[in-house]
């Protein structure tokens, strides 16, 4: 709902964090219980804090990798995963950097978590904490995109309204109290940790794409009215496909709530088959989503006049003339119609986007390697064996 009230704009400050503190208090009970520490009490007082404060959060945990055949203390530099250099009775010493950090210039806290499983000679990168914005040492390197200024309402309706802020998130001798201090060298843990969060927050990122597909769908039905084809059987073909993409969308997420599965704490979690399936599903068809609106939408979409055109007493009414679609339309509207598209499916936003549906919140291929894990394999194979009168295991 605030996604769609937003016109697409991305709540992540808000629920990010709440992400991460599930997936560390489900975690940080666990490696307690096996080892005898004591970071599950420091979770709580922190979720508390937060929760009182009601403050917001950016989230690291994408390491920049450096070479990525290669684990984190087998680098030709020790600082492409984040790593403690010191250890003081008071806290912790990190060094290192992590990537698409998002919305970390206007958050108050920036919770760390360790992006993959870990090996013994990878303890030293075996970390989690959290610390405030302002903390010493952290330096925050934005990204270029959206960087241009002159960004007006009617050729970018969508992205001169709401932008998603990334960093390289650099961590310079960063000191960590105690206190906010989750995971220390424990690195039988790491990778469970990491998927504790994922649990949560493959759903999070369905649900928030669910109002751009709607506005594709209906940037695509719009369009198609204006140029006068929407009744022709190959534009009808291709919203279909739109729609029908949208609502499977939706209905995977819909599912993965309601087959949510017990986990520890008295918590649920996402149906971690259903939400995988969910996420590649929008993943693996995004493209081809932009591929359908941009052909309905015509080669004008990228040669179109700019807004000083359009506003000019001498060109303004030629363009209105020359660039309205069928009978009761006017070439202004027309216009608007297309510059959303251009927007969202061109411009740098829509570039983002397209990235972003490859890559954020875990890649296809993660989502392909958690699902085979998740699946019950089990119970397909005995069913399987049954009927072809195969009783023995292989």
């Known amino acids: 709902t605030a996604c769609r009230e937003g016109g697409t704009l991305v709540v992540l400050a808000k629920v990010v964090g709440g992400d991460a503190l599930f997936g560390l208090l489900r975690a940080t009970k666990k490696i307690d219980a096996a080892l005898?520490?004591?970071?599950?009490?420091?979770?709580?007082?922190?979720?508390?804090?937060?929760?009182?404060?009601?403050?917001?959060?950016?989230?690291?945990?994408?390491?920049?990798?450096?070479?990525?055949?290669?684990?984190?203390?087998?680098?030709?530099?020790?600082?492409?995963?984040?790593?403690?250099?010191?250890e003081r009775p008071e806290g912790i010493v990190v060094r290192g950097a992590k990537v698409h950090t998002s919305n970390t210039t206007h958050t108050n806290e920036m919770i760390v978590l360790p992006?993959?499983?870990m090996g013994e000679d990878d303890k030293a990168y075996a970390v989690s904490f959290a610390?405030?914005?302002?903390?010493?040492?952290?330096?925050?390197?934005?990204?270029?995109?959206?960087?241009?200024?002159?960004?007006?309402?009617?050729?970018?309706?969508?992205?001169?309204?709401?932008?998603?802020?990334?960093?390289?998130?650099?961590?310079?001798?960063?000191?960590?109290?105690?206190?906010?201090?989750?995971?220390?060298?424990?690195?039988?843990?790491?990778?469970?940790?990491?998927?504790?969060?994922?649990?949560?927050?493959?759903?999070?990122?369905?649900?928030?794409?669910?109002?751009?597909?709607?506005?594709?769908?209906?940037?695509?039905?719009?369009?198609?009215?204006?140029?006068?084809?929407?009744?022709?059987?190959?534009?009808?073909?291709?919203?279909?496909?739109?729609?029908s993409y949208a609502e499977t969308t939706r209905a995977l997420t819909h599912m993965a709530c309601m087959k949510?599965?017990?986990?520890?704490?008295?918590?649920?979690?996402?149906?971690?088959t259903v939400v995988n399936?969910?996420?590649?599903?929008?993943?693996?068809?995004?493209?081809q989503a932009f591929s359908h609106v941009q052909d309905l939408a015509g080669g004008i979409l990228v040669t179109g006049p700019a807004v000083e055109d359009v506003q000019s007493e001498e060109t303004g009414p030629l363009i209105e003339k020359y660039l309205k679609g069928k009978k009761g339309t006017s070439g202004k509207e027309r216009l608007q119609v297309l510059n959303l598209i251009q927007d969202i499916s061109v411009s740098d936003f829509g570039?983002?986007?397209?990235?972003?549906?490859?890559?954020?919140?875990?890649?296809?291929?993660?989502?392909?390697?958690?699902?085979?894990?998740?699946?019950?394999?089990?119970?397909?194979?005995?069913?399987?064996?049954?009927l072809a009168r195969v009783e023995k295991e292989r």
Request: hydrophobic share 45%.
């Open 36 to 86: 005898g520490t004591h970071y599950h009490g420091r979770v709580t007082d922190f979720y508390n804090y937060c929760w009182k404060q009601d403050l917001s959060f950016a989230l690291a945990q994408t390491d920049v990798k450096g070479d990525r055949a290669l684990r984190p203390s087998e680098q030709e530099d020790p600082d492409l995963y984040l790593r403690i250099v010191e």
């Open 115 to 117: 992006t993959r499983a």
């Open 131 to 243: 610390i405030p914005l302002a903390t010493k040492g952290l330096k925050l390197i934005m990204s270029g995109y959206g960087s241009y200024t002159q960004r007006n309402p009617f050729d970018h309706p969508v992205s001169s309204a709401v932008k998603m802020t990334e960093t390289l998130t650099i961590f310079d001798d960063v000191f960590v109290p105690n206190e906010r201090i989750f995971l220390k060298g424990e690195w039988q843990f790491a990778g469970a940790l990491a998927l504790s969060f994922v649990e949560y927050h493959r759903l999070t990122a369905i649900s928030y794409k669910l109002p751009f597909l709607d506005l594709l769908v209906g940037a695509g039905r719009l369009i198609a009215e204006y140029n006068g084809i929407e009744k022709a059987a190959h534009v009808r073909e291709k919203l279909f496909w739109l729609a």
């Open 260 to 272: 949510a599965v017990p986990a520890d704490l008295g918590m649920m979690i996402p149906n971690p």
């Open 277 to 287: 399936i969910a996420k590649h599903h929008f993943a693996a068809h995004f493209h």
């Open 351 to 386: 570039g983002y986007q397209a990235v972003l549906a490859l890559h954020a919140e875990g890649s296809m291929e993660a989502e392909k390697l958690q699902l085979y894990r998740e699946y019950d394999w089990r119970k397909a194979l005995a069913f399987a064996r049954k």
